[in-house]
């Protein structure tokens, strides 16, 4: 079992749907969360950082961690074209030189 | 965050050739990766960039195959040596910012080997 599962995809939506990514993961010391957002030809860029359980909320994004279940999402609220890109969770424990495993990325596109 | 050049920002090279990657950070980091992103795979830690001693090289990775330099706070450099096809991927450098933890990314390298 691999530490960290993302369904691959892709995904499509149309404009103004609501988009839900999940990721679930084995390793119980993780202790930090994260979600990228990638788009073509582009680096991660840093979108949602989250630290133990519980949600947390910037504009239309939503980032949501259920330890207990070992699972986190992420929301997209009226989702846009411009939000058509890759997404990538990451996690890591807590401590100096932990490192982030990622998931393989899921890629959105929302359809005008 | 972190304004991170990376350059180039895409190349296709020669069997056997070596190509050297830089990336180039707005201000002093103690922390520099090197990340491979292959096709339907997950972002691969390739080694650390550690500023005045040697890399840290992750499981699978060697210094001869990717040598890393670090000779300061704000650069590094990672050479992909006697390339082959499977080595044609993206090549993202990243840093992390020491008072939250968090790690930013290069635009990446897009790089085939024909």
């Known amino acids: 079992q691999k530490e960290v599962e993302q369904d691959p995809g892709p995904l499509s939506v149309p404009e103004g749907a609501i988009v839900s990514l999940n990721c679930t993961y084995s390793?119980?010391?993780?202790?930090?969360f994260m979600w990228y957002r990638q788009y073509s030809r582009k680096g991660p860029e840093l979108l949602m950082y989250?630290?133990?359980?519980g949600n947390k909320e910037d504009g239309r994004f939503t980032a949501q961690v259920d330890k207990s279940s070992k699972y986190i999402s992420l929301f997209i609220r009226d989702s846009q074209p411009s939000d058509s890109a890759t997404y990538l969770c990451a996690m890591r424990q807590a401590g100096a030189n932990s490192k982030l495993t990622f998931g393989k990325g899921i890629t959105l596109s929302v359809r005008p | 965050s972190a304004v991170i050049s990376q350059k180039p920002s895409r190349d296709i090279c020669q069997r056997g050739t070596s190509l050297t990657i830089q990336c180039q950070v707005d201000s002093q980091v103690t922390m520099m990766f090197w990340y491979r992103q292959q096709p339907g795979q997950s972002l691969t830690l390739i080694a650390t960039?550690?500023?005045?001693?040697?890399?840290?090289?992750e499981s699978g990775f060697v210094i001869d195959k990717f040598p890393i330099s670090r000779p300061n706070l704000t650069f590094s450099t990672l050479t992909v040596s006697n390339m082959s096809p499977e080595d044609s991927s993206i090549y993202l450098c990243?840093?992390?910012?020491?008072?939250?933890?968090?790690?930013?990314f290069g635009s990446g390298t897009q790089l085939s080997v024909l």
């Open positions: 960039a550690n500023q005045g001693s040697e890399a840290t090289y």
């Open positions: 989250t630290y133990s359980s």
């Open positions: 990243s840093v992390e910012r020491t008072e939250n933890e968090k790690l930013f």
């Open positions: 390793n119980s010391a993780f202790q930090y």
